[in-house]
Each structure stands twice: as structure tokens, then as C-alpha cells.
Nanobody, 119 residues
Framework: QVQLVESGGGLVQPGGSLRLSCAASGSFFSIGAMGWYRQAPGKERELVGTISNSFTTNYADSVKGRFTISRNNRKNTVYLQLNSLRPEDTAVYCC?????????????WGQGTQVTVSS
């Protein structure tokens, strides 16, 4: 039983900032790579960025230079810092994690947190 719970979403004005968190809880030995995804109404889910357990990051071109992924392994938490937000960033943001339970690696998804960028 592993859960990923996102938090930190909300309503912000264009140009504003938010910091999203995704905390893992339950029974597991370790967490591998993690990623952030987003899905806007009527649009397919897209990759925002990833971070490995060696802290290597990758970002979609649409967010590069504006968003930053980080993680705190002691807290089993991954973060997404969103700066210079635009209306087109409005979406439900979900985190994904590869979790090792001592025997196998499993892939888990959070339920998402809403980010709305509007005046």
C-alpha cells in the first residue's frame, strides 16, 4: 500500500508562482525516479518534467526555465516550483513515482492538484 498525495495547487494570477508537493507514504523501501505530469480539460496528459534519484532533471520545452523539480529523499517528497505562470499552464498536475517495495518496482500515481492561472 503506497500513496502519493499532491498539495499546493490553487488560483494564481499570470506571472505568479506556486510550489507543488508530492509526498509518498505507506510501505516501501525506496523511491526511484519521479515525474510531474499535467492534463488540461480536453487535452491529453503531458509530461512536465522528471527527476532521477541522482537528481538529474528533464523538462518539457514549454516549462523549461520557468519550472524547477526537486526532491527531498528523507521526506519522500518531490516538489515542483512553478514560476512565471501563464494561463496555458492551467491544468491538473499529477506526480508519478517508481517505488521499490523490497521485491519489485511499481509505478504509482497521485490523484492530482488543480493549478489555475487567471486574472
Amino acid at each position: 500500500q503506497v500513496q502519493l498525495v499532491e498539495s499546493g495547487g490553487g488560483l494564481v494570477q499570470p506571472g505568479g508562482s506556486l510550489r507543488l508537493s508530492c509526498a509518498a507514504s505507506g510501505s516501501f523501501f525506496s523511491i526511484g525516479a519521479m515525474g510531474w505530469y499535467r492534463q488540461a480539460p480536453g487535452k491529453e496528459r503531458e509530461l512536465v518534467g522528471t527527476i532521477s534519484n541522482s537528481f538529474t532533471t528533464n523538462y518539457a520545452d514549454s516549462v523549461k526555465g520557468r519550472f524547477t523539480i526537486s526532491r527531498n529523499n528523507r521526506k519522500n517528497t518531490v516538489y515542483l516550483q512553478l514560476n512565471s505562470l501563464r494561463p496555458e499552464d492551467t491544468a491538473v498536475y499529477c506526480c508519478n513515482a517508481v517505488v521499490y517495495n523490497g521485491s519489485i518496482f511499481d509505478n504509482y500515481w497521485g490523484q492530482g492538484t488543480q493549478v489555475t492561472v487567471s486574472s
